[in-house]
């Protein structure tokens, strides 16, 4: 039983093309997160949504929107995709953990998306 | 600003060799640890994490870390390196919020 999953695995498309990945766990986590991993495999942070509200937005094209329509649930949808978009999005999850150790808390992630953008 | 630096791009080892993965961190004071490693085709997977206590912290697959805070420090070593070790590790730290920053990873090699 998977415990974070992502649809689609992988994902081609042309530029300008509008396109969503969808993200569920079934862990009962409060906290999720959408990252992006480049072609040398840096992983940086996109999103993070806790309880469905948006607590982490780096700088990030306004093109990449994020929603959440429950806790165990967190969606990415590109406008206009570009050749730069082409890269390998991870959704990832935790609990709340303790009071004050949200940041200790074990990320669990998905298998991962792979988009290329022709 | 906080920063998480793994100086090995790629490291090659036979296998039974021992491993031993650098990471230097940057942050004020003491931060969350983790080491996570990453299978081709595969999301990240907790091996270890510290925040306290012993600085020698045990994890999954045979993985130890040790924290040395003189040194800005929290390398993984492992004494027998297996062929099915062969992945992607990502050093990453956080300071007590949500946000999690990893480093660039370094990509293990095991020949036979």
């Known amino acids: 039983d998977t415990a974070v999953s992502q649809t689609p695995k992988y994902l081609v498309t042309q530029m300008g093309n509008d396109k969503s990945i969808k993200c569920e766990q079934n862990?009962?986590?409060?906290?999720m997160y959408w990252y992006k991993q480049d072609s040398k495999k840096f992983l940086k942070i996109m999103f993070s949504?806790?309880?469905?509200?948006?607590?982490i937005n780096e700088t990030v094209p306004n093109r990449f929107s994020p929603k959440s329509p429950d806790k165990a649930h967190l969606n990415l949808h590109i406008n206009s995709l570009e050749l730069g978009d082409s890269a390998v999005y991870f959704c990832?999850?935790?609990?709340?953990?303790?009071?004050?150790?949200?940041?200790?808390?074990?990320?669990?992630f998905g298998p991962g998306t792979r988009l290329l953008v022709l | 600003a906080q920063s998480v630096t793994q100086p090995d791009i790629h490291i090659t080892v036979s296998e039974g060799a021992s491993l031993e993965l650098r990471c230097n961190y940057s942050y004020g004071a003491t931060p969350y640890l983790f080491w996570y490693v990453q299978s081709p085709g595969q999301g990240l997977q907790l091996l270890l994490k510290?925040?306290?206590?012993?600085?020698l912290v045990q994890g999954i697959k045979g993985f130890e870390a040790e924290f040395k805070r003189s040194q800005s420090s929290f390398n993984l070593r492992k004494p027998s390196v297996h062929w099915s070790d062969a992945a992607e590790y990502f050093c990453a730290l956080n300071t007590g919020g949500f946000k999690t920053i990893f480093g660039a990873g370094t990509r293990l090699f095991v020949k036979a």
């Open positions: 862990l009962g986590h409060d906290t």
């Open positions: 510290y925040f306290s206590g012993d600085t």
């Open positions: 990832a999850s935790t609990s709340r953990g303790l009071a004050g150790s949200a940041g200790l808390e074990t990320q669990y």
């Open positions: 949504y806790n309880n469905k509200e948006l607590i």
